[in-house]
């Protein structure tokens, strides 16, 4: 090995030992300038983090002032409180039915709620929006609303104030008060639904029989607008005192008569009750006052067989004199399961001198007297908890021939479907 080859080996050598010495003394100060960079991310992340809960401190600081969160006693904002706590809820109804009188035109009169024969039908959409239940209390006030609206099929019927503007689509509407005298007065100022009636104006949705019974209608009335006063004495006695448009006025009244009602109602054990009802008032002009008396029950003999009645009786004052109009009327339902059960109901309408079921909306002919009986035998299926399949198969008679076309007698068979939200 000649000279330049050992000392450039030589200085290759050095130079590795340089290196090698340089290498593990810069390691520390590499390693330091590497901890200072993380160092200074996490001194600029600490302080995004200071600048974000300030942020954050002066937005709650303002919702806070707002009402919009709770600060210690205040209380949240009132709107969102109201918006939050609204109940929405209703059902749709559709139903086809036949009459197997062929009623000229199709139409059934005397019969609700599917009125065209052989037609599918939306009997009813009902919308209804309520403020939490108001609480009966002596002390201190309380209020809330209800209001609740039908289309479809039957709201004509149904509803206040058919063929008057703004009225058209409301079932219900009323402001409802708690004034803390004794254990709570409760006060509804609006338009309200009959206090009269044994089934709900709702029909298969609420009811047991798809079909509403002739009671429903011609000893019954519907929603009129006006005032009414509630007081629960004890856990068995209630009282109600009304005083409204008359009796069939509705939302808006034709003459300065108002109709008074009343109803006691009692609970002599749980599984009891029941309402009387009267009514006296002007209806359609001085010669006309409609007095009424009612009596509502139910009976649950067990949690699966319920019973139920309503006993009515109008009398007519008149040019003529007096014209009564009584009707009686039972109420059965067995719920074999959860999913499955059936309800029966019988009724008897007389109005011996043709001023009720006589020319009505419902299309009885105008005539001097008609006695109504009917028969309505219904099956209740929910599949699920909030649908409701009726099939149902009714029988009617008139004392008046030629009530329903050309019969005295008829069969109404078919089915309804609810769903309840």
Do not use: C
Not at 9 to 36: E, I, M, N, Y
Not at 185 to 195: A, D, H, Q, Y
Request: glycine share 12%; hydrophobic share 35%; no cysteine.
């Amino acid at each position: 090995m000649n000279h330049y080859t050992t000392t450039k080996s030589k200085h290759r050598r050095q130079l590795a030992a340089l290196g090698l010495t340089l290498g593990v003394a810069l390691t520390p100060s590499a390693a330091l300038s590497l901890r200072a960079d993380d160092g200074a991310k996490l001194d600029k992340l600490e302080q995004e983090n200071k600048d974000l809960k300030k942020r954050l401190d002066a937005l709650e600081t303002v919702a806070k002032a707002e009402g919009i969160l709770p600060d210690g006693d205040k209380v949240s904002n009132p709107l969102l409180t109201r918006i939050a706590g609204t109940k929405i809820e209703g059902f749709v109804t559709g139903s086809y039915f036949y009459d197997t009188s062929t009623p000229p035109g199709q139409t059934s009169p005397g019969y609700l709620w599917n009125r065209k024969s052989g037609n599918f039908s939306l009997n009813k959409v009902k919308l209804t929006l309520a403020s939490p239940a108001v609480e009966r209390s002596g002390d201190t006030w309380g209020a809330g609303y209800r209001v609740s609206l039908v289309f479809g099929q039957d709201a004509p019927i149904v509803n206040s104030g058919s063929g008057i503007t703004g009225f058209n689509s409301v079932r219900e509407g009323y402001v409802e008060l708690n004034a803390p005298v004794g254990t709570g007065l409760n006060i509804k100022v609006g338009e309200l639904i009959s206090l009269l009636n044994y089934e709900s104006g709702d029909g298969g949705a609420a009811n047991d029989n798809f079909s509403q019974g002739y009671q429903w209608f011609y000893t019954g009335n519907g929603p009129a607008a006006g005032a009414q006063l509630g007081y629960t004495f004890t856990d068995w006695l209630d009282a109600k005192v009304r005083v409204q448009n008359g009796l069939y006025a509705g939302p808006v009244d034709n003459n300065q008569g108002k109709t008074v009602m009343a109803s006691i109602g009692l609970k002599p054990s749980a599984t009891t009750w029941v309402n009387l009802v009267g009514s006296t008032g002007r209806e359609a002009g001085p010669s006309s006052d409609i007095n009424v008396a009612s009596l509502l029950g139910g009976w649950a003999v067990t949690d699966k067989f319920h019973l139920g009645t309503e006993l009515d009786y109008f009398w007519f004052e008149t040019k003529g004199g007096t014209a009564p109009v009584w009707s009686t009327g039972a109420f059965a339902s067995y719920s074999f399961t959860s999913v499955f059960g059936v309800a029966l109901r019988g009724e008897f309408v007389s109005d011996a001198r043709g001023v009720d079921a006589s020319g009505d909306p419902l299309g009885f002919p105008v005539n001097t007297g008609n006695d109504l009986t009917s028969f309505a035998f219904t099956i209740n299926i929910k599949p699920v908890p909030n649908v409701k399949i009726q099939p149902e198969v009714r029988f009617d008679h008139s004392s008046l021939a030629g009530a329903f076309g050309k019969h005295a007698d008829r069969v109404i068979l078919g089915l309804g479907v609810s769903y309840l939200f």
